[in-house]
């Protein structure tokens, strides 16, 4: 049997709140899955490497058999309540610190509420695609939308973590930030855009209310640039998009004082392992990697690591909604990384030390430093 290193203090660098109500079978499986499409006819979400890394970690914190029927889970659950679960599988998480996405809607827990469940400290990272939504609320005009845009970006600075941008799960931004009279145009076909949405909201003539538009490139590459400007850390989500699309903005932001990290990369994780390799400014996260890969995860991360400087590598479990997928990531990625540095070590490739060293920074060191957490090892 292979040796592992173990992999003790972690910083969640992405993660969103978890809900604060009760979920039945139906609506918790389906929370279990990446896509927004169905489960085939006949079969749930419980059937892939997410679901049974759930049936395999969670039960026995709720005093269950692990792999037990996932009906009998949901049971216990109910059983305990939302806030008992929660706090259970928090904090048996092992999460140092949680650098929350609070652009999801829902009835999720904000940083300070996630905090106090899992014993943790928790960071705000503002999500710029809804700053954009709040400021349009209040902004009558294209030029007022624009003033008070900027001042939203600089203000929301002052306090949180880092800034993420997810629209459309569109990573190409421009190498060169747009020019004014393209922004206030992109501006108003989006504010423009938006307006209509909402009216036809209002009569009924769509499925979903306002708020719903993207934004238009130029002015998507505005925000971006202006988060680049402010200094703070920039994560970018990359969804099913190949990273080769930023190439151009990763070189072009080189030298501005701004990290970007590159988020849930898998299943593109070579190609982005390699970009953060390229540029000194550049980090890619292992988020998604442990819990949608499951039993493959330590072969995954392994590859990563064999294009990536260590230093560049960042834990998160991009958990949203459910506890258990908090739990689910932070489990896997241990279990997964201290199995790829056992071999190594068992191999005689590395000292044990090293392997220690390494696994401490991949879990925590990095993200303490790209985000000024303090206590960096």
């Known amino acids: 049997m ?5 992999v003790a ?3 969640d660098q992405n993660c969103h709140g978890v809900l604060r109500t009760e979920l039945g079978l139906g609506t918790f499986e389906a929370r279990l899955a990446a896509s927004r499409a169905p489960a085939a006819p006949g079969t749930t979400f419980f059937d892939t490497q997410t679901g049974f890394a759930v049936r395999r970690w969670c039960p026995p ?7 037990c029927p996932p009906a009998g889970y949901l049971a216990r659950r109910r059983e305990l309540g939302v806030a008992e679960t929660s706090r259970r599988l928090l904090r048996a998480a092992g999460v140092s610190a949680h650098l929350v996405d609070t652009g999801l809607p829902g009835d999720l827990t904000g940083p300070a509420e996630l905090a106090s469940a899992a014993g943790s400290e928790a960071r705000e990272i503002v999500r710029l695609e809804v700053l954009a939504e709040h400021v349009a609320d209040t902004s009558g005009t294209v030029g007022t939308f624009l003033v008070n845009l900027g001042e939203a970006v600089h203000t929301a600075a002052s306090s949180a973590v880092a800034f993420i941008s997810v629209s459309g799960d569109a990573p190409y931004t421009a190498p060169e930030p747009p020019g004014p ?3 206030r145009a992109a501006a108003g076909r989006w504010l423009a855009r938006r307006e209509t949405e909402r009216r036809a909201a209002r009569r009924g003539t769509v499925g979903r209310g306002g708020g719903g538009a993207p934004l238009e490139p130029e002015l998507l590459d505005h925000l971006r640039w202006s988060a680049v400007a402010c200094g703070l850390p920039l994560q970018l989500r990359l969804g099913a998009a190949d990273p080769a699309r930023l190439a151009d903005f990763a070189a072009a932001t080189e030298g501005h004082g701004c990290d970007l990290v590159l988020l849930h990369g ?11 390799g390229r540029h000194p400014h550049v980090y890619a996260d292992l988020g998604a990697v442990p819990a949608r890969t499951g039993a ?11 294009l990536a400087p260590f230093g560049k590598l960042l834990f998160s479990s991009g958990a949203r909604a459910l506890p258990e997928l ?3 990531g932070a489990r896997q990625f241990r279990e997964a990384l201290g199995r790829v540095l056992g071999a190594w070590v068992e191999d005689g490739a590395w000292t044990r030390q090293d392997a220690a060293r390494v696994a401490a920074m991949i879990g925590s060191g990095n993200a303490r430093r790209v985000y000024g957490l303090g206590g960096e090892r």
């Open 2 to 6: 292979t040796d592992t290193v173990p």
């Open 9 to 11: 203090d972690l910083v």
């Open 61 to 67: 914190l709720l005093g269950l058999e692990a792999h």
């Open 181 to 183: 009279v393209r922004v």
């Open 266 to 276: 898998y299943p593109y994780h070579r190609q982005t392992a390699a970009l953060a």
């Open 296 to 306: 493959r995860a330590a072969a995954v991360l392994a590859e990563i690591m064999e």
């Open 326 to 328: 908090h739990l689910v």
